[in-house]
């Protein structure tokens, strides 16, 4: 109806396709709805929840809770809490979460985590035959520069045709569909930076970078991450490369792991997360 003003006013009350404030109210909603059954986030650390005087915390990424607790009944309780506005299915398997695959081995303490599938069923959407020749590498070697040869000389862009739409399109499908899996596989995170550098107006450079990680997702489809129980002190390693990138860019990188307090040596850990991103 059009009201005196000459506008016409909509009011949202519950969600709308594509409404970039979707994400926002349906949080608050949650926040409102746990709130008398004495669940709160953490203020210092996104994603994280617990309860009032109970053991138990939950993480929330989307619509997927990871839950830790120390008694039945405590998980009944949230289950309870949820279900009481919302429809939601249980996996007292603790097998995923979201999209990931957990083994869990508490007799010797570790967990592993897999993301089974993902690749193969990737790899047939983009219709990509297994190499003839094994690929280990994801990407190829670039030689470095040392000593008296001079300083690291700028990576320069060569000059080569760009790929039409459709193929620009495969291009940056692919760099976003891994982007995903390089959280259980990191090694590909320094080969998908470039892709992603590139992916706007990609050459036939870009284009063989792109099949060669393919290659190697091809020969190594199921990479798992080991995490062991440890004292949870953080460690941060991190490093550059000097002028790797064209438009004389470097890139960062970093890996964080959860160890026992360092001494002489680190116990080495899975990474619980991995930096790869060019410096601006």
Not at 20 to 33: N, P, Q, R
Not at 61 to 71: I, S, T
Not at 199 to 214: F, N
Request: charged content about 25%; aromatic content about 10%.
């Amino acid at each position: 109806m059009l009201e005196p003003d000459g506008y016409t006013y909509f009011e949202i009350r519950r969600e709308m396709y594509g409404l970039k404030e979707a994400g926002i109210i349906a949080y608050k909603h949650l926040v409102k709805s746990l709130l008398p059954y004495g669940y709160t986030p953490l203020h210092n650390t996104p994603g994280v929840w617990k309860h009032q005087y109970r053991k138990t915390t939950f993480t929330l990424c989307v619509d997927d809770f990871g839950v830790k607790y120390f008694d039945n009944n405590d998980a009944e309780h949230l289950i309870a809490a949820i279900k009481a506005n919302y429809e939601c299915t249980v996996d007292w398997t603790r097998a995923t979460n979201c999209g990931m695959n957990l083994r869990w081995n508490y007799e010797h303490g570790h967990v592993d985590v897999s993301m089974n599938s993902y690749v193969k069923r990737a790899l047939e959407k983009f219709k990509h035959a297994p190499p003839l020749r094994p690929q280990q590498a994801p990407h190829a070697w670039q030689e470095p520069t040392y000593g008296k040869r001079g300083p690291q000389s700028p990576t320069t862009k060569a000059a080569e045709p760009t790929l039409n739409d459709k193929e620009t399109k495969r291009i940056q499908s692919i760099s976003g569909t891994f982007k995903y899996n390089s959280e259980v596989d990191p090694c590909i995170k320094p080969a998908l930076n470039e892709i992603a550098h590139e992916q706007a107006k990609p050459t036939l450079k870009t284009k063989r970078r792109t099949e060669h990680i393919l290659d190697y997702l091809s020969t190594n489809p199921d990479a798992t991450l080991r995490y062991h129980a440890s004292r949870m002190i953080l460690v941060v390693e991190t490093n550059s490369a000097y002028l790797v990138q064209p438009e004389a860019k470097s890139r960062a990188s970093g890996w964080f792991i959860l160890t026992n307090k360092p001494a002489t040596t680190i116990k080495i850990n899975a990474p619980i997360h991995v930096m790869c991103s060019t410096i601006k």
